[in-house]
Nanobody
Framework: QVQLVESGGGLVQPGGSLRLSCAAS????????MGWYRQAPGKERELVAV???????KYADSVKGRFTISRDNANNTMYLQMNSLKPEDTAVYYC???????????????WGQGTQVTVSS
């Protein structure tokens, strides 16, 4: 019913920048919160940043001041601008959205397939 597709990952040198995108499509009536999570090898998945339907945002302490989350509500798209990247930012980045579909009366969580971000010299 709902698909989330991430793009924009890749290999970047320390100090560099990347911009991730997440496009949501399908039987979407509305989207509440959207967020980015990441999972490094051998570690649990962690929250990177979240943005509520308006403009409220929340960031992990490790990315504050370096990453910026934003969304285009008209196009059901979310972005993550990542600056001053560090090797410890290396992970698979996942998009998450709380979606109300047309056939339902409650919000459900959906996940993208993930995009690899590697920060290395």
């Amino acid at each position: 019913q709902v698909q989330l597709v991430e793009s924009g990952g890749g290999l970047v040198q320390p100090g560099g920048s990347l911009r991730l995108s997440c496009a949501a499509s399908g039987s979407i009536f509305s989207i509440n919160a959207m967020g980015w999570y990441r999972q490094a090898p051998g570690k649990e998945r962690e929250l990177v940043a979240v943005i509520i339907s308006g403009s409220r945002t929340k960031y992990a302490d490790s990315v504050k001041g370096r990453f910026t989350i934003s969304r285009d509500n008209a196009n059901n798209t979310m972005y993550l601008q990542m600056n001053s990247l560090k090797p410890e930012d290396t992970a698979v980045y996942y998009c998450n959205a709380e979606v109300l579909v047309y056939s339902s009366s409650r919000y459900y969580d959906y996940w993208g397939q993930g995009t690899q971000v590697t920060v290395s010299s």
